[in-house]
């Protein structure tokens, strides 16, 4: 199976403020690569597929970028509906793997 | 309305045995490889089972296989989850996501439900 170690577990930061996560595969998985939103009692949404992409609808202070093995999700100008947890996932074989998540708290 | 919407959870001795169903609408699902993904209490997202537009592929996780199983009707546009043999370790939220093939070989997943939750426990 491919592993997908997230970090950081947790992170704090203000409005305004640019927010990084990073994603690190076993594998090389190529830029299949995607991440995901969860709050609590809504259904997932994904905002970024295929490493960089946006997903349609999806604000413009998201992106997401690497290839290979490394990865990088990026929040700018960090707004307060942006607290959620945050996942990348591997879609490159099965099982399809997730990272651990990164709980995102506004200061 | 283009939407996923779970049902069938609910709280259940260990051993014993759940159906899920997740109704689809607002597209066609017929042409859509759907999943199935569930995220135990404090814990991450896990991947279970997926299965293929027409049913006859299916793939699953090894923490489920031979004991889950998933099917689909086309014709009333809805996905089930079939869970036998149900231990604690089964508590969790679980979704049923549309996947999308990116780039890649597999999906990514660009709809999902919100959930439905079960419980395990005597």
């Known amino acids: 199976d491919i592993q997908m170690t997230q970090s950081p577990s947790s992170l704090s930061a203000s409005v305004g403020d640019r927010v990084t996560i990073t994603c690190q595969a076993s594998q090389d998985i190529n830029n299949y690569l995607n991440w995901y939103q969860l709050k609590p009692g809504r259904a997932p949404k994904v905002l970024i597929y295929d490493a960089s992409n946006l997903q349609t609808g999806v604000p413009s202070r998201f992106s997401g970028g690497g290839y290979g093995t490394d990865f990088t999700f990026t929040i700018n100008n960090l707004q307060p509906e942006d607290i959620a947890t945050y996942y990348c996932q591997q879609s490159d074989n099965l099982p399809i793997t997730f990272g651990q998540g990164t709980r995102l708290e506004i200061k | 309305e283009v939407q996923l919407v779970e049902s069938g959870g609910g709280l259940v001795q260990p051993g014993e045995s759940l159906r899920l169903s997740c109704a689809a609408s607002g597209f066609i699902f017929r042409d859509y490889d759907m999943s199935w993904v569930r995220q135990a209490p404090g814990r991450g997202l896990e991947w279970l089972s997926c299965?293929?537009?027409?049913?006859?592929?299916?793939h699953y996780a090894d923490s489920v296989e031979g004991r889950f199983t998933i099917s689909r009707d086309n014709v009333k546009n809805s996905l089930y989850l079939q869970m036998n043999s149900l231990g604690a370790e089964d508590t969790a939220v679980y979704y049923c996501a549309r996947g999308l093939s990116g780039n890649g070989p597999y999906w990514y997943f660009d709809l999902w439900g919100r959930g439905t939750l079960v419980t395990v426990s005597s």
């Open positions: 299965i293929s537009r027409s049913g006859t592929t299916t």
